[in-house]
């Protein structure tokens, strides 16, 4: 299974690479790319079973000195990445993986519980769910790995 991680934050990174080496992923099918911009060329450039997207991103991957990634820092970065998926016509199985209990979708709040429904149906892509990280409690692991076995 290939797997696009598109996350920023490098904790993330390292508890999700765990998560799906635990779930089968060969660390060679797992792509990492931290911002916007990165996300849309190798997304456009490659075919991926499941895409793990964070919804927070910069517009583009580097760290600044404080540790964060380079570019304008966008709290919708991730619908950016739904949004030239569907535009490119590539329907791909995602996970959102966020710090955050509610995503703001066309100025509302959609509860992570109706991501899924709600993502799907307005960018096209099959969004499998979504899940509340923390890297202070293991139950969003649990979580994740039920939406990763989804996939076909």
């Known amino acids: 299974m290939r797997v696009l991680v598109i996350e920023d934050e490098q904790h993330k990174v390292s508890d999700l690479t765990e998560q799906l080496a635990k779930l089968g992923a060969a660390a060679d099918d797992v792509v990492i790319v931290g911002g916007v911009r990165e996300a849309v060329l190798v997304a456009s450039e490659s ?3 499941l895409i793990v997207l964070d919804m927070a991103l910069p517009t583009f991957a580097g760290r600044g ?4 990634g380079g570019g304008t820092a966008q709290a919708i970065g ?3 990445v739904l949004r030239m998926l569907k535009t490119l016509g590539k329907r791909v199985s995602i996970i959102i993986v966020t710090q ?5 979708v066309d100025g509302r709040k959609v509860k992570l519980n109706q991501a899924g429904r709600v993502l799907s149906s307005k960018y096209e892509q ?7 990280y923390s ?3 293991a139950g969003w692991a ?3 790995g039920t939406l990763v076995r989804r996939v076909s």
Do not use: K
């Not at 099959?126 to 509340?132: D, F, S, Y």
């Open 47 to 49: 075919n991926f079973n």
């Open 65 to 68: 000195a404080d540790g964060s």
């Open 78 to 80: 991730g619908l950016e």
């Open 100 to 104: 955050y209990p509610e995503i703001i």
């Open 126 to 132: 099959n969004v499998l769910g979504a899940v509340l």
């Open 135 to 137: 890297y202070s409690t």
């Open 142 to 144: 649990q979580q994740f």
